[in-house]
C-alpha cells in the first residue's frame, strides 16, 4: 500500500482559505449601510431572478456574495429554520443572532471537514430593531467566522476601495436617499476611477422600521431608484464578472487559464457541449475548405492519414511472375462491335 502525501493542517487551513477568497473576490460587492429608518442592502447585480439579497423572517434579511448556489441553500436552510422556531415557539424568538449563530455553525463544520471543498460565500444576516440601537448587523465568512457590525459594512469583490469610500462619506441617521447616493456612489468607486453604475443594474432592499405589518423586508424598484437617483451623468455597465454566469467565466471575455492555479477554471471561447435551453447536445460540424470563387470545393478522404503518418499506397495492377507455375488462362477477350453475320457456319 503507498504512502500518503503529508500536508500539515496549517498548510492545509491556508490553501482552503485562499481558495474561498479567491472565489468570493470574483464577484461584486454588497454594500449594508444603516440609515435613520431601518438598514439599507445595495449590490451589483445585472440578474433580476437571482438575488443576492432575500428576506428570511419579519425583521430578518440576508444578504451574501460568492457562489450563487452555495448561499441559496444557506438562504433556504435559514429560511426553514425561522419557519419552524417560530411555529414551535413565538415569531419572537426568531432572531438574527440565532440565525447568524446557527450559519457560523455549519460554514465552521465545512471548512474544517477534508471531505469536501470550503463553501466560496461570505453572508450579511441583518435584524431592524424597534429604535436604531436595535438594529443588528451580522458578517460571516467562508470559515464560520462571525462579527457584529454597526454603521456600514462591505464584502465581496473590491471591498476595500468600497469601504474606504464609504468611510469618508458616510453619516449616522441619514435619509434613505442619502444613504442610498452614498452607497450607489461606493460601488462604483475604485482605485481607477469612478463609474456611473446603471440603475437596471442596482439590487436594493431595505428593511424599513416605519411599516406597520409585522414585514418589514421591501425592495426598491427600478423606477424608484431612478426618482430617488435622478440624472447623475452617463452610466457604465461593470465588466462581466464569473457570478453572471453560474461561476464560470463568460465565453470571449478574453481570459486565459493558469495551469499552476487548480482553481482557475477559465473556459475562455470553448462552445458549449449543450443547448442552454433544451439541454440537448450540439453538434458543431467542420465546414470544408473552401477554393477560390468558381471553384468546387475539394472532396475530403474517407480516412485520412493520421498526423505525422504518411498517406497509403496506391493500388498498383497486378503482375504475373513469369518464373512461377502458370496461372489460368485468361478469358479470350469479349468483342467490342456487332458479329459479322457473313462468316460460314463450322
Given at each position: 500500500m503507498s504512502t500518503p502525501f503529508y500536508v500539515s493542517p496549517e498548510q492545509m487551513m491556508k490553501d482552503r482559505a485562499d481558495f474561498?477568497?479567491?472565489?468570493?473576490?470574483?464577484?461584486?460587492?454588497?454594500?449594508?449601510?444603516?440609515?435613520?429608518?431601518?438598514?439599507?442592502?445595495?449590490?451589483?447585480?445585472?440578474?433580476?431572478?437571482?438575488?443576492?439579497?432575500?428576506?428570511?423572517?419579519?425583521?430578518?434579511?440576508?444578504?451574501?456574495?460568492?457562489?450563487?448556489?452555495?448561499?441559496?441553500n444557506l438562504r433556504i436552510a435559514g429560511v426553514r429554520l425561522a419557519d419552524m422556531r417560530g411555529y414551535a415557539y413565538d415569531r419572537r424568538d426568531v432572531t438574527g443572532r440565532g440565525l447568524a449563530n446557527?450559519?457560523?455553525?455549519?460554514?465552521?463544520?465545512?471548512?474544517?471537514?477534508?471531505?469536501?471543498?470550503?463553501?466560496?460565500?461570505e453572508i450579511f444576516v441583518a435584524e431592524v430593531g424597534d429604535t436604531p440601537a436595535g438594529d443588528q448587523i451580522y458578517r460571516l465568512t467562508y470559515?464560520?467566522?462571525?462579527?457584529?457590525?454597526?454603521?456600514?459594512?462591505?464584502?465581496?469583490?473590491?471591498?476595500?476601495?468600497?469601504?474606504?469610500?464609504?468611510?469618508?462619506?458616510?453619516?449616522e441617521d441619514a435619509t434613505l436617499e442619502d444613504a442610498l447616493h452614498v452607497a450607489v456612489a461606493a460601488l462604483g468607486h475604485t482605485d481607477a476611477g469612478d463609474r456611473v453604475i446603471p440603475v437596471a443594474d442596482l439590487e436594493v432592499a431595505a428593511l424599513d422600521r416605519t411599516r406597520t405589518k409585522p414585514r418589514k423586508f421591501v425592495r426598491l424598484r427600478a423606477e424608484r431608484l431612478a426618482s430617488i437617483l435622478g440624472d447623475r451623468g452617463p452610466e457604465e455597465a461593470g465588466a462581466p464578472q464569473p457570478e453572471d454566469n453560474g461561476g464560470a467565466t463568460p465565453p470571449g471575455s478574453g481570459a486565459t487559464d493558469d495551469p499552476s492555479d487548480p482553481t482557475d477554471q477559465v473556459s475562455g471561447g470553448v462552445p458549449p457541449l449543450e443547448d442552454p435551453t433544451?439541454?440537448?447536445?450540439?453538434?458543431?460540424?467542420?465546414?470544408?475548405?473552401?477554393?477560390?470563387?468558381?471553384?468546387?470545393?475539394?472532396?475530403?478522404?474517407?480516412?485520412?492519414?493520421?498526423?505525422?503518418?504518411?498517406?497509403?499506397?496506391?493500388?498498383?495492377?497486378?503482375?504475373?511472375?513469369?518464373?512461377?507455375?502458370?496461372g489460368p488462362a485468361a478469358p479470350p477477350p469479349e468483342p467490342t462491335g456487332p458479329a459479322d453475320l457473313t462468316d460460314p457456319l463450322p
Amino acid at each position: 500500500m503507498s504512502t500518503p502525501f503529508y500536508v500539515s493542517p496549517e498548510q492545509m487551513m491556508k490553501d482552503r482559505a485562499d481558495f474561498a477568497r479567491k472565489g468570493i473576490a470574483r464577484g461584486r460587492s454588497v454594500v449594508v449601510i444603516q440609515y435613520a429608518d431601518g438598514i439599507l442592502f445595495v449590490s451589483e447585480n445585472p440578474s433580476q431572478a437571482l438575488h443576492k439579497v432575500s428576506e428570511i423572517y419579519d425583521r430578518i434579511a440576508f444578504a451574501a456574495v460568492g457562489r450563487y448556489n452555495e448561499f441559496e441553500n444557506l438562504r433556504i436552510a435559514g429560511v426553514r429554520l425561522a419557519d419552524m422556531r417560530g411555529y414551535a415557539y413565538d415569531r419572537r424568538d426568531v432572531t438574527g443572532r440565532g440565525l447568524a449563530n446557527a450559519y457560523a455553525q455549519t460554514l465552521g463544520s465545512i471548512f474544517s471537514s477534508g471531505g469536501e471543498k470550503p463553501y466560496e460565500v461570505e453572508i450579511f444576516v441583518a435584524e431592524v430593531g424597534d429604535t436604531p440601537a436595535g438594529d443588528q448587523i451580522y458578517r460571516l465568512t467562508y470559515d464560520g467566522q462571525i462579527a457584529d457590525q454597526q454603521g456600514f459594512a462591505v464584502m465581496g469583490g473590491n471591498a476595500e476601495s468600497t469601504a474606504s469610500h464609504l468611510e469618508e462619506h458616510y453619516t449616522e441617521d441619514a435619509t434613505l436617499e442619502d444613504a442610498l447616493h452614498v452607497a450607489v456612489a461606493a460601488l462604483g468607486h475604485t482605485d481607477a476611477g469612478d463609474r456611473v453604475i446603471p440603475v437596471a443594474d442596482l439590487e436594493v432592499a431595505a428593511l424599513d422600521r416605519t411599516r406597520t405589518k409585522p414585514r418589514k423586508f421591501v425592495r426598491l424598484r427600478a423606477e424608484r431608484l431612478a426618482s430617488i437617483l435622478g440624472d447623475r451623468g452617463p452610466e457604465e455597465a461593470g465588466a462581466p464578472q464569473p457570478e453572471d454566469n453560474g461561476g464560470a467565466t463568460p465565453p470571449g471575455s478574453g481570459a486565459t487559464d493558469d495551469p499552476s492555479d487548480p482553481t482557475d477554471q477559465v473556459s475562455g471561447g470553448v462552445p458549449p457541449l449543450e443547448d442552454p435551453t433544451t439541454g440537448e447536445p450540439l453538434e458543431h460540424p467542420v465546414a470544408p475548405p473552401s477554393g477560390p470563387a468558381g471553384t468546387s470545393p475539394v472532396p475530403q478522404p474517407t480516412d485520412p492519414a493520421q498526423p505525422g503518418e504518411a498517406p497509403p499506397p496506391a493500388p498498383q495492377p497486378f503482375v504475373p511472375d513469369p518464373t512461377g507455375p502458370p496461372g489460368p488462362a485468361a478469358p479470350p477477350p469479349e468483342p467490342t462491335g456487332p458479329a459479322d453475320l457473313t462468316d460460314p457456319l463450322p
